[in-house]
């Protein structure tokens, strides 16, 4: 369900030899086997050696649509995004009946968050040919993009229908039903994502845990994806401790600590550590479906700060709120772009004096602080903060945080703090679609773009909160 290099239908000019040759060697003297074997060299990552190639080919070619068509798909994988959807748009020009090609560019479209215009690139693939499945798969996704999500279901309905067998379009299928808050069908679904190859699969010789009698038995969950799910799932292993088994958790480094004090759990191992010996396993995003809970029941505080107060914050006469904020994603995908906060829409906050602003901000976007010339207004806990027993520390003693989607969020909702998640647009499944309250935790609010890019819209409501949230705090409430 990925794109496609070559055009559509496949064209046997195309076929790659397999056996490797090197380019523009001498016995390589026809355009075609060029051709061929750039393909090679792209299907098999070499990205740079590919581009090189297809620019070269260019000269002898500047209209040929199966060229700027490749170039369009590795200029993709490289980053490259505006000069993929022109490639992609000159391909096209020479063949627009193509459904492939409309596919493709409705991919780059996607790619540099057009999801309006994608869509319609991706119609015309499908009513060029109403079985090409890779048009339903792609169409579905950006459907999903644009909240849209009922129609979305359907493409990808009709993209199982058209390949049953796609591990891809069943993951994606099932995102969109989590989105849409269909968790027990959602869960369900998505265990097709174990299939796919990005999936860590555990080289454990114990078999995997299938939902049946767990009493007497030793568990080990285990962190499949990012720091979020340890912290979002983790709360299921209170209902494993009910079933009457020895819950084992093995996870990141600088959760250890934050685990090892919860009572639910018996032994905590950091990855990289010997683990202990157990009888079964689990992934920790699998327990939703395992576990079979009430998903509409409501979730109490199952995380909490140690006892002993690592970090301690300060506070100033004047000061009603004690306020936490978290701005930036630490990664580089554009998902993470498209998730951060500007630093200078906190600033608006700073010249308050009954507010008391505290960056819990981890990684290189620490430096907005000093860089935007707040070292004076906002203090950097942040820099002192090395796990999340520490961030849990300086939570308990904050008013409110303030955060994008980032692990520091779900610690907070999941110690049941009031907690403030600002979203994009496109929010990921495990906020849903719409409302301002969370599916998992009961103390957390939710504040979503109005559209894509739109923070302004979101700090205005936010900026009104704060104003209703100090009246009800007198000075003498503040937290402790």
Known sequence: ???????????????????????????????????RLAGQALRAGR?????????????????????????GVALRQVGKLEAAVSHHRLSLAEDPQNPALHTNLGNALRAVNRPEEAVKHHFRSIALNRDYGDGFFNLALC?????????????FTRALTLNPDSKRARTELAIAQLLRGDLREGFATYEARKRLPETPTPDFAQPAWDGGPIKGKRILLYPEQGLSDVLLFVRFARELKRRGA???????????????????????????????????????????????????AVSDP????????????????????????????????????????????????????????????????????QQFGATGLVHDVGRG?????????????????????????????????KTWV???????????????????????????????????????????????????????????
């Open 143 to 155: 459907l999903r993009d644009l909240g849209r999500i009922e129609e979305a279901v359907g493409c």
């Open 422 to 480: 600002l979203l994009p647009a496109h929010p990921d499944w495990r906020w849903q679609l719409g409302g301002t309250r969370a599916p998992w935790y009961p103390t957390a609010r939710l504040f979503r773009q109005p559209k894509v890019g739109d923070w302004d819209s979101v700090f205005t409501v936010i900026r009104n909160e704060v104003e209703l949230l100090k009246l009800q705090m007198p000075l003498s409430a503040s937290s402790e």
């Open 302 to 369: 199952y995380l909490a700060a140690p006892s002993d107060r690592l970090i301690k914050l300060g506070r100033l006469d004047k000061a009603r709120l004690r306020i936490g904020i978290y701005w930036a994603a630490n990664g580089v995908q554009p998902i993470d772009r498209l998730r951060s906060v500007p630093f200078t829409q906190f600033l608006s906050f700073t010249g308050d004096p009954e507010l008391l602003i505290f960056s819990l901000q981890g990684g290189a976007r620490q430096k907005d602080i």
């Open 47 to 71: 990205l740079d050696e590919a581009i090189a190639s297809y620019l070269r080919l260019l000269a002898q070619r500047p209209y040929h649509a199966e060229l700027h068509n490749s170039l």
């Open 385 to 417: 903060i090395f796990d999340f027993a520490e961030a849990a520390s300086a939570l308990s003693q904050l008013d409110v945080l303030i955060s994008i989607d980032a692990p520091i969020a779900h610690l907070s909702a999941a110690m049941g703090l």
């Open 246 to 296: 020895k819950v084992l958790v093995l996870c990141q480094l600088p959760l250890k600590e934050l685990l090892a004090n919860v009572d639910y759990i018996d032994d905590v191992v950091a990855e990289g550590e010997s683990l202990p010996a157990f009888d079964v396993h689990a992934s920790m995003v699998s327990l939703p479906y395992l576990c079979e809970p009430d998903f509409d």
């Open 1 to 35: 369900m990925s794109d496609l290099s070559t055009i559509h239908p496949l064209r046997h000019e195309s076929r790659a030899s397999i056996t490797p040759t090197p380019l523009f060697g001498r016995a390589v003297d026809t355009f075609v086997q060029q051709l």
